[in-house]
């Protein structure tokens, strides 16, 4: 079933809702320490080895009774730090939660020698990365139902992993997934051109033109949330810990990004698994329509248009993400004690990574 609903900001809906959420805007500086006390006192944070040897930081916050698992993924230079907010909303829905930091970003290791490049080998190393964490550590755990919630880049990743493992996952939510990245005046072929042959020529660990390392951004010029409270939470994360900053995408990371956006495209058809696709309406990071490829060709997506919103749905102001994270619960909360349908069938091509 395929269906598409939009957003207004002033939806009667949010008086109806199922979670009972952290904190609102307007006293975020005096109750975000209960996210923090939370955090403290509930989450384990470790690591694990990832492709190469690299260090993946994590954090698990079990639950005592658990009927699953929910995975929160975040987005291109992001930590999971950036999310106990999203997980104090949802630690009532009857799972233990787990977050990791790609490798690259956050507290992960870094992958060249200066840190503040987004870089990766190989965007399907995001992928391998999430299923030795779902392996070993998750599915450890005695979770036999998992659910991701993944955002933007790793909302990309989730997709390829989802098709590439059907049957690990209960549910997918896709948060403005980077299906495709939006180039803006450069078309993506051009893009894509250009990056992979200066990859050629030894200049993959560069940044791609026009851009560089971290720098100070004023809520004013950002394109991702218009929640004040949130963006200055986010970058004081930033300002309290320089370690976590992340610049501009490499050479390298646009080729493989656009590689993996593009596979991720075209096995949309193979997916089978429930799926609800957030769609901001005013995204400038990556492409609606690509988003639209995916859900129109995928067996069971659901759509929800955010109008007005911009690409960090569940950071965006309480009207709009409200709204998010009662969808999520509703999602999931539909189907966590329903029995999971297991996927046997593999497309010819299921073995080229």
């Known amino acids: 079933m395929k269906k598409s609903i939009a957003v207004l ?24 320490p209960q996210v923090l006390e939370w955090a403290d006192t509930t989450g384990v944070e470790s690591t694990f ?45 009857g799972l233990s939660i787990y977050m990791m930091d790609y ?10 020698e200066d840190e503040e490049k987004g870089y990766v080998r190989d965007f399907d ?17 005695g979770h036999d139902k998992i659910f991701a919630l993944a955002h933007s880049m790793g909302g ?20 403005s997934p980077m299906h495709r990245i939006d180039t803006g005046n450069i078309p993506e072929k051009v893009a894509y051109s250009i990056a992979t042959s200066l990859t050629a020529i ?35 994360l930033l300002n309290e810990d320089p370690s976590l900053r992340l610049g501009g995408p490499t050479n390298k990371w646009i080729k493989e990004s656009i590689e993996g ?3 991720s495209r075209r096995r949309a058809l ?32 659901e759509k929800i248009v955010f109008e007005g919103a911009y690409h960090e749905i569940l950071m965006e102001t309480d009207d709009l993400r409200d709204v998010a994270i009662d969808a999520v619960a509703d999602f999931i909360l539909d189907r966590i004690d329903t029995p999971t349908l297991v996927n046997n069938w593999r497309p010819i091509f299921w073995f080229n990574k």
């Open 49 to 93: 080895l990832g492709e190469d040897d690299a260090e993946i930081a994590y954090i698990a916050f079990d639950h005592p009774d658990p009927k699953g698992a929910l995975l929160i993924l975040s987005g291109r230079t992001e930590t999971y730090l950036k999310y106990l907010e999203v997980a104090y909303d949802l630690r009532d829905l």
């Open 270 to 301: 193979t997916m089978k698994l429930p799926i609800l696709l957030f769609q901001a309406s005013e995204d400038v990071v990556v492409k609606t329509q690509a988003q639209d490829w995916v859900c129109t060709l995928a067996r069971n997506c």
């Open 202 to 236: 030894g200049k993959g660990e560069e940044y791609v033109m026009g851009t560089g390392p971290w720098q100070v951004e004023t809520f004013e010029s950002n394109v991702v949330t218009h929640s004040y409270a949130r963006f200055t939470s986010a970058k004081a």
């Open 9 to 32: 900001a002033c939806l009667w809906v949010l008086s109806l809702s199922l979670v009972a959420f952290a904190i609102d805007e307007e006293n975020y500086d005096a109750l975000y």
């Open 125 to 141: 190393d995001y992928v391998d990365d999430m299923k030795t964490f779902v392996d070993t550590i998750v599915k450890a755990d």
């Open 156 to 175: 990309a990743a989730a997709t390829l992993y989802a098709q590439r493992y059907p049957n690990d996952f209960a549910g997918l939510i896709l948060s």
């Open 103 to 112: 490798r690259g970003q956050g507290l992960s290791d870094r992958l060249i």
């Open 261 to 263: 956006c593009a596979k």
